[in-house]
Each structure stands twice: as C-alpha cells, then as structure tokens.
Nanobody, 115 residues
Framework: QVQLVESGGGVVQPGGSLTLSCAASGSISGTSIMAWYRQGPGKQREFIAQITRGGYINYGTSVEGRFTISRDNAKNTVYLQMNSLKPEDTAVYYC?????????WGQGTQVTVSS
C-alpha cells in the first residue's frame, strides 16, 4: 500500500504563484512515476505532468509552460510549481504514483484563482 498526502493548495490572485507538494509513503518501487492531474468544475480530470525517479519529465498541453514538476527522491515527494495562474486553473489538483503495476491517488487539494 502507498499513501499520498498533498498540500499547498489555496486561494491566489490571477498572475500569482503556488507550489503544491505530494509526499508518498509505503511500498514504493525503485521505478515509480509520480504525476499531477487536475479536475476543474464540470470538467474531466486532465493530465498535467509526470516525472520518473530518474528525472524524466513529460508535460501535458494544458499548462503552456507555466507549471514545473520536480521530485525529491529522498523524501518521496513530488512538487508542482505553478506560475502566472489564471482563473481557468481553478481545480482540484491530484497527485498520482505508479509503482510497479499499481497506481495510487491522493485525496486532492483545491486551488482557486480569483481576484
């Protein structure tokens, strides 16, 4: 079993920045992949980015270079630095870890971009 705890969400003004964190604990393989997704109001969950343990990164097309994913393997923690936030970035942000053939999701953290 793997547990994921996300933090860092909140309310921010348009143009502002936030950094989300997701700490994993439990049975994590050496080839784990950690990723961020989000689900806005009335929308489907969408992929933001993922990073392997070795640091290989893929980004989705939704964030246009404004978001940066990073990872601290010693802490089993993945981060999402979000800059130039827009109202349309308002969503629940979820962390996912894929370890071996299993995947686990965090409970989500709310990000609201509003003036």
């Amino acid at each position: 079993q793997v547990q994921l705890v996300e933090s860092g969400g909140g309310v921010v003004q348009p143009g502002g920045s936030l950094t989300l964190s997701c700490a994993a604990s439990g049975s994590i393989s050496g080839t784990s992949i950690m990723a961020w997704y989000r689900q806005g109001p009335g929308k489907q969950r969408e992929f933001i980015a993922q990073i392997t343990r070795g640091g290989y990164i893929n980004y989705g097309t939704s964030v246009e270079g404004r978001f940066t994913i990073s990872r601290d393997n010693a802490k089993n923690t993945v981060y999402l630095q979000m800059n130039s936030l827009k109202p349309e970035d308002t969503a629940v942000y979820y962390c996912k870890i894929t370890t071996g053939v299993l995947e686990y999701w965090g409970q989500g953290t709310q990000v609201t971009v509003s003036s």
